[in-house]
């Protein structure tokens, strides 16, 4: 079976919690609301990996492993970089010195240093989380509910 449904269920529910947690992360103290970055995308990948393993009692193979950690990193990265540019867009429509500023900060390298490596931050350990769970865990949980791999 195509991996296609599993991406499009993981990018819905991590588009539900991202505008869920935003919210709840405005309300919060500062520094306190990006604590909830990875939340959707774990609570997506968990969601889908149970999900899987109810529709195919197994395990994922190793190639689908592969596909499903590589392919949950492309849509929660796309997605988020999409919809920042957005939304300094929508605020540039008003106010076209905001893109102007966004397009100056992103010529300087210190600032993007500091944007990869933040983004890299988040991004390693949810990519070796995602590898892991689909793999070892996806076993235990698949032989504890189905009684086999």
């Known amino acids: 079976m195509s991996l296609k449904r599993y991406f499009l269920i993981f990018f ?12 709840l ?3 919060m103290p500062v520094g306190v609301g990006g604590i909830l970055t ?23 193979s190793q190639a689908e492993r592969k596909r499903l950690t590589f392919g949950y990193t492309l849509i929660f990265w ?15 429509i ?9 397009l100056l900060y992103l010529q300087q390298p210190q600032f993007i240093s ?9 991004a390693i350990p949810l990519y070796l989380l ?3 769970f689909y793999g070892p865990q996806a ?11």
């Open 12 to 23: 819905l529910i991590c588009l539900v919690l991202t505008c869920i947690c935003g919210v």
């Open 25 to 27: 992360a405005a309300l």
């Open 38 to 60: 990875a939340v959707p995308y774990l609570a997506a990948m968990i969601w889908v990996l149970f999900h899987f393993l109810k529709r195919n009692q197994r395990a994922p």
């Open 78 to 92: 796309g997605y988020n970089i999409a919809f920042q540019m957005i939304g300094v867009a929508v605020f540039a």
């Open 94 to 102: 008003k106010d076209p010195e905001i893109w102007q500023n966004f």
């Open 114 to 122: 500091i944007v990869l490596i933040m983004a890299l931050m988040l």
């Open 130 to 132: 995602t590898y892991w």
């Open 139 to 149: 076993k235990r949980m698949s032989i504890k509910m189905f009684g086999h791999e």
